[in-house]
Nanobody
Framework: QVQLVESGGGWVCAGGPPRLTCAAPQRILSSRSMGWFRQAPGKEREFVAG???????MYGDSVKGRFTISRDNAKNSVYLQMSNLKPEDTAVYFC?????????????????WGQGTQVTVSS
């Protein structure tokens, strides 16, 4: 059983910047892409950012230029640095491990999921 554990959420003021952390097993980080998704109340889960095994990155249009995804395989962690936060960034943020090493924006291409961490941005 693969366990992904998110941390770093909570209440934040607009402008941020908090950093989310996803702890993942080394065998997963060393071979798969990792991604962050989010789901706001009443909305579909959406792709936020992904990072490939080689370190290449991809971002959703709504966060491009504001969020940065990174990984530290030595610490078994993936990070999502958020800046210029807006109230519309309020959501539950999920960490996910892809089925392959290549980044995908489609959540169907992710095999393992964390429980999620709530981020609430106040204006």
């Amino acid at each position: 059983q693969v366990q992904l554990v998110e941390s770093g959420g909570g209440w934040v003021c607009a402008g941020g910047p908090p950093r989310l952390t996803c702890a993942a097993p080394q065998r997963i980080l060393s071979s798969r892409s990792m991604g962050w998704f989010r789901q706001a109340p009443g909305k579909e889960r959406e792709f936020v950012a992904g990072i490939g095994w080689s370190g290449n990155t991809m971002y959703g249009d709504s966060v491009k230029g504001r969020f940065t995804i990174s990984r530290d395989n030595a610490k078994n962690s993936v990070y999502l640095q958020m800046s210029n936060l807006k109230p519309e960034d309020t959501a539950v943020y999920f960490c996910a491990a892809g089925k392959f090493a290549t980044i995908m924006a489609d959540q169907a291409e992710y095999e393992y999921w964390g429980q999620g961490t709530q981020v609430t941005v106040s204006s």
